[in-house]
């Protein structure tokens, strides 16, 4: 997922931010289209016109929650400098997870819509891939040696941190794995700046 959502309509924004928080809080398949029109004060017929499909309002907050993920990650990249910049996607989920969580929304649809094909997958595929290649440029960009490896090592870290806060309420999930990833890292004189 790269391009931003379209400017929209007041209703269809109503739309997107019901949906997108019951998606969320309950589920794809628990929540119909009655549902979320109802909530959003709109007709049916308003939201299919805006969204064409609930498969359409679907992928529309998917992206919409990847954009926001992106851009709060690359803040914190921005942010940082030397070693801390290969490590701050872990903060960024730290502050993520302080909203309060029911999971990644993306691991959440992808339980929920195991069919491979089903539209949804292709972006939550990207999530996770742009991910683990933001880990890999940073690494990169270090100097560090196996970037590709170690960029699916921090993957595998970072995303095994985000289930075990939102399934287990662990308060050091995130920490523990940062350190983990942060372990990993090569201890050279370069790769070790702040």
Not at 89 to 100: I, R
Not at 121 to 139: D, N, V
Not at 147 to 152: E, G, H, K, N
């Amino acid at each position: 997922m790269t391009a931003e959502i379209p400017a929209l309509t007041p209703a269809a924004q109503r739309i997107l931010d019901v949906a997108s928080e019951l998606f969320y809080r309950r589920g794809i398949h628990a929540v119909g289209v009655d549902t979320i029109a109802a909530e959003s004060g709109v007709t049916k017929r308003t939201l299919y016109d805006r969204f064409g499909s609930k498969d359409g309002l679907l992928l529309a907050y998917l992206q919409a929650r990847d954009d926001r993920w992106r851009a709060l990650v690359r803040a914190h990249v921005d942010a940082a400098t030397g070693r801390p910049r290969v490590l701050a996607p872990f903060d960024a989920l730290a502050e993520w997870l302080a909203a309060g969580s029911r999971g990644c929304c993306f691991v959440n649809a992808a339980a929920e819509l195991p069919d491979p094909e089903h539209p949804a997958r292709q972006p939550i595929r990207g999530s996770k891939q742009w991910l683990r290649e933001l880990f890999r440029a940073l690494l990169a960009a270090e100097g560090a040696p196996a970037p590709d490896l170690l960029a699916r090592q921090l993957l595998t870290l970072h995303e095994g941190a985000l289930v075990v806060a939102s399934l287990t309420g662990e308060p050091t999930a995130v920490a523990d794995a940062r350190a983990a990833a942060d372990s990993l890292l090569p201890q050279r004189p370069r790769f070790a700046g702040r």
